[in-house]
């Protein structure tokens, strides 16, 4: 939710604080840059001890963030208030999937993962209509408020009821980073970010496409971004027992087929009616939210002997938020250049499939084996 909220009260707060709605817009900015550059660093620099604290610090921190931004009465202050949420939510996320995964069967991660994941899915597709519409009827702090209150009751659940966590091995910041010479880390990294700049950046450009191409969608694109959300809702959460059952680079291969088909098909069946087009938006939306939960997975399987399994999915999520603002970026580009809506889709399923070929080449080397171990499952 706060991940998204943001933009929606962009009008809101352009009013409250008499800025132009160019720089509000920055408010979103300052989040992301935050989570997606700040989260790995503050996550390498945490002592190997200190897992649990740290994860009740960032969850913390993040919680402090949202209040002091609903209670700011300057831009500067609540643009920074908004950098140190989206820090506290990026190292929150990287090391609660690491934890939900140390504290499981290893034959149960993946349903872990999926619960995380599916809670993401439901605060984007649930939380961010009911915070923006609490938002119009009591203001735009009262969306931060809700999300407050929700880090607060979690905050208060863990401190309660998580255990200790197992302790990870001591490791130097240096021997940390040697995880971007791990060449089965990068691949999951570059399958991940080449789906996001497909998936992610398709999203923010689905409104045009549809209308531009759809029969009868010129008056509204809800129900079909309803489609897309709680397609992601299901993807998320059905997604974690296949996790457990099929090798993760199988299971992400056919994903990305998946997305890359759906993606080629959205102008195809968009132009054949209103309703048609739904089944490639909830394909679209179901695999590109489940894939981090086998990607996520098998970040943790590669790394956790080395200590640094946190450090690996912090650097995937910030993969996500880089490979969204690449691909909004480029269909910027695109549409400036007189392109075509509907070619913004063809365009993003071959970032797909190239995401596939990617990650067929990297299976045809053979079953990775993770360092320290005589075989992998």
Do not use: C
Not at 10 to 31: C, D, G, N, R
Not at 92 to 101: D, H, K, R, T
Not at 279 to 294: K, R, Y
Request: aromatic fraction near 6%; glycine fraction near 10%.
């Amino acid at each position: 939710m706060a991940s998204y909220v943001t933009a929606g009260l962009i009008p809101l707060i352009e009013t409250a604080f008499a800025v132009p709605v160019a720089l509000a817009a920055q408010l979103v900015t300052a989040f992301t840059l935050a989570y997606g550059l700040g989260s790995p660093l503050f996550v390498a620099l945490l002592p190997a001890d200190r897992q649990r604290s740290g994860l009740l610090v960032a969850l913390a921190l993040f919680v402090l963030a949202n209040a002091t931004s609903a209670l700011a009465t300057d831009f500067s202050a609540l643009l920074a208030f908004r950098a140190i949420a989206g820090i506290g939510a990026g190292v929150y996320l990287a090391m609660g999937i690491a934890a939900s995964a140390a504290l499981s069967l290893p034959d149960e991660r993946g349903k872990a993962i999926a619960v995380i994941m599916g809670g993401m899915a439901s605060g984007t597709v649930l939380g961010v209509p009911l915070s923006l519409l609490l938002a119009d009827r009591l203001g735009w702090a009262s969306a931060l408020w809700l999300v407050t209150a929700l880090g607060a009751i979690a905050l208060v659940g863990l401190a309660l009821r998580l255990p200790a966590l197992p302790a990870a091995a001591t490791t130097p910041l240096r021997a940390k980073l040697a995880l971007l010479a791990d060449g089965h880390v990068l691949v999951i990294l570059l399958v991940s970010l080449l789906a996001a700049v497909a998936s992610l950046g398709m999203y923010t450009f689905i409104t045009p496409l549809l209308a531009a191409t759809a029969q009868g969608l010129d008056r509204s694109m809800t129900p079909h971004l309803w489609v897309w959300g709680v397609g992601g809702v299901l993807g998320s959460f059905l997604i974690g027992p296949l996790v457990d059952r099929v090798r993760g680079p199988v299971l992400t291969l056919w994903i990305m087929l998946i997305l890359a088909v759906a993606l080629f098909l959205l102008p195809v069946t968009a132009t054949r009616g209103a309703w048609l087009v739904m089944l490639p938006i909830a394909a679209w939306g179901a695999v590109g939210w489940a894939l981090q939960v086998p990607q996520n997975n098998e970040l943790i399987k590669a790394r956790e002997l080395q200590g640094d399994g946190n450090l690996a999915v912090a650097l995937n999520e910030s993969a996500l938020y880089l490979g969204s603002a690449i691909g909004a970026a480029l269909g910027g580009i695109l549409l400036l250049q007189q392109w075509p809506a509907a070619a913004l889709a063809s365009g993003a399923g071959a970032v797909a499939a190239l995401g596939l070929l990617a990650q067929w080449l990297h299976l045809r080397r053979g079953p990775v084996v993770p360092h320290g171990r005589s075989g992998s499952r």
